[in-house]
C-alpha cells in the first residue's frame, strides 16, 4: 500500500507537542498544551492511532488469522515498550536517586520506591501507572479489541462497533479504579492502587472514533465536503472554543474533570479539532511532510518510550529554568525534540538490520531451491 506520509507527519508533530508538554515550562505550553480548546496532544495521538490501524490493517480482514496474528502482535510489541520503559525509568532511578521527592510525588512512583517488585508485577498487570507510563495503555488497550472490530465493520456492522464503543464509554463513567481497590489491596500490601487519571475504558472511544472515521474516508469515500454554511459553522465554533480557552478560561473549569474519563464535550472539541487538522493537511500539506516530524512518526513507538525514560531526569533538572525565562524553555524543549531522533534512528537502523536478515534468508532458500 502507498504510504501518505502526511499522517506518520502528523504523528511526529503530536509526539514534539507531548515532548515539550511534559516539561511543564511556562512558555512554550502557552501554545501547545491545549490550542484547539479542551483536548490535547494526547488525545489526538490516541484518535490518530486509530484512524492509522485501520487503514493499516483494514485491508487483511480477508484472512481473520493473518488479521488477529498481525494486531496482537503489534499489541504485544506495545506492551513490551511500556514494560521496558518503565523498567528502564526504575532501573535510572534507583542507579542516581537525584530527584526522589518529585519522583514520589509529582511523578506518583512512591510505589517504585519502596516496594520495586510489587510496583513491577503490579505493573505486568496494567495496575501501575507511574506518571507519563500512562499514554501507551491507552493506545494498547482499544488496539487488543480491533480484529472484532474490524471483521464487524467490513460485515457491514459500523453501527454496533460505534455503540459498543459508547456504551463501553458510559459504563467507564460509573465503573472505575475504586472497585479494585480492595482486592489490589489484598494482593498487594506493601503498595497502593496507582493507577492513570485517564481510564484507558474511556479513551478508548477517541480510538474507534479515528477506526470508523478511517472506514468513512478510506472504504466510503467520504471527503468530509461540507457546504459553505456548514463550514463556517464548525469553524465558528473552533474559533468559539478557542477564544474561551485563551481569554476566558474560567468558563472551562467545570469541564476539566471530564479529560480522564473523555467527556462528550472532549469528544465533541476532538472531532472538531480533526476537522480543522484534515482543512490544513489539504491546504498545508508541506507543514505535515516535514522530514523530521515524519521521521519522528514513523518510529513513534520507541521515540514515545524514549520520551518517558528521559522526561524523569530532564524536567526536574531544568524546571526552575524553564519557569524563569522564555528562552531557557525553548532551548530545552528544542534540545529534547533533538534528542528524539535517537531513538527513532536506532529503530530504523534494526529495521533495515531485520529486513536485510529477512532479505537474505529468503535468498539462501531460493537458491537451496533451485
Not at 508538554?21 to 494526547?42: I, K, Y
Not at 499514554?135 to 460485515?155: D, R
Not at 477517541?206 to 471527503?223: A, E, H, N, P, Q
Amino acid at each position: 500500500m502507498t504510504r501518505n506520509l502526511a499522517y506518520d507527519g502528523l504523528r511526529g508533530w503530536l509526539l514534539i507537542i507531548i515532548a515539550s508538554n511534559h516539561l511543564f515550562g511556562n512558555f512554550v505550553t502557552q501554545f501547545t498544551r491545549t490550542p484547539l480548546g479542551f483536548v490535547s496532544a494526547a488525545e489526538g495521538f490516541v484518535f490518530l492511532s486509530g484512524f492509522v490501524a485501520y487503514l493499516v490493517y483494514g485491508r487483511l480482514a480477508e484472512n481473520k488469522t493473518a488479521l488477529k496474528q498481525k494486531i496482537w502482535q503489534r499489541s504485544f510489541t506495545i506492551y513490551r515498550f511500556h514494560i521496558i520503559a518503565i523498567l528502564i525509568t526504575f532501573l535510572l532511578v534507583w542507579l542516581f536517586p537525584l530527584f526522589n521527592p518529585v519522583w514520589s510525588d509529582f511523578y506518583n512512583a512512591a510505589n517504585w520506591l519502596n516496594a520495586p517488585l510489587q510496583s513491577f508485577v503490579s505493573a505486568l498487570f496494567l495496575l501501575e501507572h507511574p506518571g507519563f507510563h500512562d499514554i501507551l495503555i491507552l493506545y494498547l488497550i482499544p488496539m487488543i479489541f480491533l480484529p472484532f472490530a474490524i471483521l464487524a465493520i467490513k460485515n457491514g456492522k459500523v453501527i454496533f462497533v460505534a455503540l459498543a464503543s459508547f456504551t463501553v464509554w458510559l459504563l467507564a463513567q460509573f465503573i472505575n479504579a475504586e472497585f479494585l481497590v480492595t482486592p489490589f489491596n489484598q494482593i498487594f500490601r506493601d503498595i497502593k492502587l496507582n493507577v492513570s487519571h485517564f481510564d484507558p475504558f474511556a479513551w478508548q472511544i477517541y480510538f474507534y472514533m479515528g477506526v470508523i472515521l478511517s472506514y468513512l474516508k478510506f472504504d466510503k469515500g467520504c471527503t468530509f465536503e461540507f457546504s459553505v454554511a456548514v463550514k463556517a459553522s464548525l469553524l465558528g465554533c473552533i474559533i468559539a472554543i478557542f477564544i474561551v480557552r485563551h481569554w476566558y478560561p474560567e468558563l472551562m473549569q467545570p469541564y476539566y474533570v471530564g479529560h480522564g474519563s473523555a467527556s462528550l464535550v472532549y469528544q465533541a472539541n476532538l472531532l472538531l479539532a480533526a476537522y480543522l487538522l484534515m482543512l490544513l493537511m489539504r491546504k498545508c500539506t508541506r507543514l505535515f511532510t516535514l522530514k523530521y516530524p515524519v521521521f519522528l512518526g514513523q518510529h513513534a513507538l520507541p521515540v514515545f518510550a524514549f520520551h518517558c525514560v528521559v522526561i524523569y531526569f530532564l524536567m526536574p533538572a531544568t524546571h526552575q529554568f524553564t519557569t524563569q525565562h522564555w528562552y531557557w524553555d525553548v532551548l530545552t524543549c528544542a534540545v529534547f525534540v533533538l534528542l528524539l531522533a535517537i531513538p527513532a534512528k536506532l529503530d530504523a537502523l534494526w529495521r533495515a538490520r531485520k529486513k536485510l536478515q529477512q532479505r537474505s534468508k529468503s535468498d539462501k532458500n531460493a537458491a537451496e531451491a533451485t
